[in-house]
């Protein structure tokens, strides 16, 4: 899927669906980006692996997307993790505590490899404050 600001492509690693978001991840993108999450998953307990090197610009609604693939993922026995994350996009998930549930990783390699090791890395007892 791509349009004029935002691009999201998967392709199959290992165990792993790999997922690329590039540009801008915000209100006017969110319906794409999640439904193209939605088409790569090949199923409910997919390991995700999200490489975020081209991400440019994350909002709230841009992280209520990878919560709702957390929390599928997470429902399912599942796995979500985050790659490549350019520091301003970093600094959004550790000002918001997201970094505690979606784990983050240096590079997309290191991602697939803790995708893979294991199913689902956070706490069973980590759940989303939805107020």
Do not use: C
């Amino acid at each position: 899927m791509e349009s004029d600001r935002v691009r999201v492509s998967h392709r199959r690693v290992s165990d792993v669906t790999l997922i690329r978001i590039a540009g801008e991840l915000d209100v006017d993108a969110v319906d794409e980006v999640t439904a193209a999450i939605d088409r790569a998953r090949r199923s409910d307990d997919d390991r995700l692996v999200f490489d975020l090197g081209g991400l440019e610009f994350l909002d709230n609604m841009g992280l209520r997307a990878l919560i709702a693939a957390w929390k599928h993922a997470r429902a399912h026995g599942g796995a979500v993790h985050l790659a490549a994350l350019r520091p301003n996009v970093r600094w959004v998930l550790d000002v918001t505590q997201l970094n505690a549930y979606l784990p983050i990783h240096a590079d997309v390699e290191d991602a697939v490899r803790a995708a893979t090791a294991a199913s689902a890395d956070a706490p069973a007892e980590a759940e989303w404050d939805e107020t």
